[in-house]
Nanobody, 125 residues
Framework: QVQLVESGGGLVQPGGSLRLSCAAS????????IAWFRQAPGKEREGVSC????????YYTDSVEGRFTISRDNAKNTVYLQMNSLKPEDTAVYYC??????????????????WGQGTQVTVSS
């Protein structure tokens, strides 16, 4: 059974950091592209970052470029999203998603077939 489980969310002050984890079970992440999406209340889902299968490139939406870093540890079957210099506008539920296809779009969640349950990130003083 394919499963993705996010963790690492929480409440942090502006300027702080969090590291989200996306742990996979039932399949090997090496061969999958992984994306992080987020959705804030009243807003559309937004593609935040993604990383290709082993050897693939990375993508960041403009608003997180230079602050967030996506990485993968294939030995642990886990993908991470390191979030630094957090801002209140980063507040959202963050989801990881996976696809084994090569024709995915990091900004389009419909191109990813497997999703986690989400983890809440709240940036507030």
């Amino acid at each position: 059974q394919v499963q993705l489980v996010e963790s690492g969310g929480g409440l942090v002050q502006p300027g702080g950091s969090l590291r989200l984890s996306c742990a996979a079970s039932g399949f090997t992440l090496d061969y999958y592209a992984i994306a992080w999406f987020r959705q804030a209340p009243g807003k559309e889902r937004e593609g935040v970052s993604c990383i290709g299968s082993s050897g693939g490139g990375t993508y960041y939406t403009d608003s997180v470029e230079g602050r967030f870093t996506i990485s993968r540890d294939n030995a642990k079957n886990t993908v991470y999203l390191q979030m630094n210099s957090l801002k209140p506008e980063d507040t959202a539920v963050y989801y990881c998603a996976a696809t084994g296809n090569t024709d995915y779009n990091c900004r389009d969640g419909s191109t990813f077939g497997s999703w986690g349950q989400g983890t809440q990130v709240t940036v507030s003083s």
